[in-house]
Nanobody, 122 residues
Framework: VQLQASGGGLVQVGDSLRLSCAASGRTFANYGMGWFRQAPGKEREFVAA????????YYTDSVKGRFTISRNNAKNTVYLQMDSLKPEDTAVYYC????????????????WGQGTQVTVSS
């Protein structure tokens, strides 16, 4: 599976962004998908995950109520809608695909996109 993340940018506090991750190569609908992020000087962390059919969704506590993960299997794309952005959301955001389903652990993902930069300015 090849993953291409896009949609990042420079925004102000309180603004919204929608990240997209387009997949190609294998059957997208067979994979759980996740979003992770890495801030400068920090380790990469889990943000959100969604099961192959979209039934099961998980978020890290810091984004609950502000971020929404979704997927369109017909378009081979997973999205991360980010609302009420904060400076601490500044990071490179990565999408990942895993046959193990939606997981918080990086090691359980098989394929990774290249990352897209999100910068939230105060």
């Amino acid at each position: 599976v090849q993953l291409q993340a896009s949609g990042g940018g420079l925004v102000q506090v309180g603004d919204s962004l929608r990240l997209s991750c387009a997949a190609s190569g294998r059957t997208f609908a067979n994979y759980g998908m996740g979003w992770f992020r890495q801030a400068p000087g920090k380790e990469r962390e889990f943000v959100a995950a969604i099961s192959s059919g979209g039934t099961y969704i998980y978020y890290t506590d810091s984004v609950k109520g502000r971020f929404t993960i979704s997927r369109n299997n017909a378009k081979n794309t997973v999205y991360l809608q980010m609302d009420s952005l904060k400076p601490e959301d500044t990071a490179v955001y990565y999408c990942a695909a895993g046959r193990a389903g939606p997981r918080r652990e990086e090691s359980l993902y098989d394929y990774w996109g290249q990352g897209t930069q999100v910068t939230v300015s105060s």
